[in-house]
């Protein structure tokens, strides 16, 4: 389906590797840092600091 998906999430401090799975298909945001991890997979990279808990509400909009 197309159009406009959030998800709303609370993280504590910490580093975080992402991606979205949309119609079986992994997709990355590239209007946002991305890492490599240790097997070679590209991901979306989130840090969140020390002195703050993050509410987070990630949005994409989907075209199919």
Same mark, same amino acid.
């Given at each position: 389906?197309? =159009?406009?998906?959030?998800? #709303?999430? +609370?993280? /504590?401090?910490?580093?975080? $590797?992402?991606?979205?799975?949309? !119609? =079986?298909?992994?997709?990355? #945001?590239? +209007?946002? /840092?991305?890492?490599?991890? $240790?097997?070679?997979?590209?991901? !979306? ?20």
């Amino acid at each position: 389906a197309s =159009g406009l998906f959030e998800v #709303d999430v +609370t993280l /504590p401090p910490g580093s975080y $590797e992402y991606k979205f799975l949309m !119609n =079986g298909i992994w997709c990355l #945001d590239h +209007t946002k /840092p991305t890492t490599t991890n $240790e097997v070679g997979e590209e991901n !979306n990279l989130l840090l969140v600091s020390m002195t703050e808990n993050k509410r987070l509400t990630i949005s994409f909009y989907f075209i199919r």
